[in-house]
C-alpha cells in the first residue's frame, strides 16, 4: 500500500523558516516526479513546488520563487520543501503529492498525481 506521510508543520511567526518533510512508503518513487501543493479554505488547491524524477530539475510557482526549495533524498522517497522568509498568505494545509506515471513530467494541476498525503498545517502569524 501507497503512503505519503507528511510532517513538519507548525506555527511560524512572519519572516521566519520552516521546513516540512515528506516520506512515501509503499513502492520507490525514484521515477516518478514529486510535488508540493497548498490548500486554504474555500479555495482550490494550488500548485507550490515540484521535483522531477530523480530530482534532476524542479519548477515554483510565482509565490515559492526565491523563497521556497524543494528537495529529495538520493533514494528519492522522501521530499522536502525549505520554506523562507515566509508570510501571512503562505497559511495553508502543504500536501505532498507523487506522479504515477513512469517519468512524467512536473504538472501543476491537481488532477496530475495519483498518491496524495493527508496533508500538514503551516501557519505563519503576522
Known amino acids: 500500500q501507497v503512503r505519503l506521510v507528511e510532517s513538519g508543520g507548525g506555527l511560524v511567526q512572519a519572516g521566519g523558516s520552516l521546513r516540512v518533510s515528506c516520506e512515501a512508503s509503499?513502492?520507490?518513487?525514484?521515477?516518478?516526479?514529486m510535488v508540493w501543493f497548498r490548500q486554504v479554505p474555500g479555495k482550490e488547491r494550488e500548485f507550490v513546488a515540484g521535483?522531477?524524477?530523480?530530482?534532476?530539475?524542479?519548477y515554483y510557482a510565482d509565490p515559492a520563487k526565491g523563497r521556497f526549495t524543494i528537495s529529495r533524498d538520493s533514494a528519492g522517497n522522501t521530499v522536502y520543501l525549505q520554506m523562507n522568509s515566509l508570510k501571512p498568505e503562505d497559511t495553508a494545509v502543504y500536501y505532498c503529492?507523487?506522479?504515477?506515471?513512469?517519468?512524467?513530467?512536473?504538472?501543476?494541476?491537481?488532477?496530475?498525481?495519483?498518491?496524495w498525503g493527508q496533508g500538514t498545517q503551516v501557519t505563519v502569524s503576522s
Open positions: 509503499g513502492r520507490n518513487f525514484y521515477n516518478y516526479a
Open positions: 503529492a507523487a506522479n504515477s506515471i513512469y517519468h512524467g513530467s512536473i504538472k501543476t494541476q491537481f488532477g496530475g498525481y495519483g498518491y
Open positions: 521535483s522531477s524524477w530523480s530530482g534532476g530539475s524542479t
